[in-house]
């Protein structure tokens, strides 16, 4: 999925768009819950070598807040 399909489905799922409320990070994207502003996902950018490739290729990546 690229990082427009994401935005466009939180957008056409949940009625969300991106926030960033990092400052001058414009990559950063938080998506928050419309009733508490709580956040469910987190979209950043992050170099394949965190997750112990040898590149340092930049990838998008999605933590998301699921119920326990």
Known sequence: ??????LDYCFTTYGTEADYPFDGDFETAVFRHTSN???????MRVSR?????DS????DVVNLK???
């Not at 502003?37 to 979209?43: D, P, Q, V």
Request: no cysteine.
């Open 37 to 43: 502003r709580k956040w469910y996902a987190i979209m």
């Open 56 to 59: 340092d290729t930049v990838i």
């Open 49 to 53: 070598r965190k997750f112990g490739f």
């Open 1 to 6: 999925m690229t990082r427009q399909a994401f």
């Open 66 to 68: 699921l119920p326990t």
